[in-house]
Structures are given as C-alpha cells and as structure tokens.
C-alpha cells in the first residue's frame, strides 16, 4: 500500500519562506511522477507544481511560478516543495500526489485526476 505523509506547514508572515517534504512508502517511488496541490477554503483543489520520476520535467502552476521549486530525492524516497515570498492568498491546505501511470507524461500533470495516491496534507497559513 503506497503511502504519503506530508509535513513541513505552518503559519508564517507575508514574505516568508516554508518548505514541504512529502515522504512516500509502501511503493516503488522513482517510478512515480509526482505533484503538489492545493485547497483553499470554499475553493477548487488548485495545481501547484509537478515533477517526473527524473526530475527532467518540471511544472508550476501560474499562480505560484517564480516563487517556488518543486524537487525530489529518489534515495530518499521524498519530495519537497520550497515556497518562497508567500503571499495570504496561498493559505491553504497541501497536497502531495504520486501518478504511478502515464498520465503525467501525456501532458495532464495539471489535473488531479491524473494522480492516483494521495496524502493527508499539511496546512500552509499565510498571514498579512
């Protein structure tokens, strides 16, 4: 049974820094394309960033491109989100995903409906 435990939320200031790591287990890890989203309060689940099993292929979603990196650590069986110059409107919960298919490579790494497990997510509040 593959699992997902995300950690590294928090509550910090407008302008700060967190860093997420997502822990994988019960899996073959670096097969896995991997993603991180989002949901806020009374919002759609929101791409954040993803990444292939080689870390070749990086992606990020608009609202937060330029501000964070998306990385993975296939010894460690991890990926972490670095986030930067946060801003209150990237309050929300997040998400690590993992697509154990070729749904990520076909181009729709963008849709959580690509992704087949999923963690319990860690909450990010950003204030002002």
């Known amino acids: 049974q593959v699992q997902l435990v995300e950690s590294g939320g928090g509550l910090v200031q407008a302008g700060g820094s967190l860093r997420l790591s997502c822990a994988v287990s019960?899996?073959?890890?670096?097969?896995?394309?991997m993603g991180w989203f989002r949901r806020a309060p009374g919002k759609e689940r929101e791409f954040v960033a993803a990444?292939?099993?080689?870390?070749?292929?990086?992606y990020y979603g608009t609202s937060v491109k330029g501000r964070v990196t998306i990385s993975r650590d296939n010894t460690k069986n991890t990926v972490d989100l670095q986030m930067n110059s946060l801003k209150p409107e990237d309050t929300a919960v997040y998400y690590c995903?993992?697509?154990?298919?070729?749904?990520?490579?076909?181009?729709?790494?963008?849709?959580?409906?690509?992704?087949?497990?999923w963690g319990q997510g860690t909450q990010v509040t950003v204030s002002s």
């Open positions: 995903a993992a697509d154990a298919g070729p749904t990520f490579y076909s181009g729709d790494y963008y849709l959580s409906e690509s992704y087949d497990y």
């Open positions: 019960g899996g073959t890890f670096s097969n896995y394309a």
């Open positions: 990444i292939s099993y080689s870390s070749r292929a990086v």
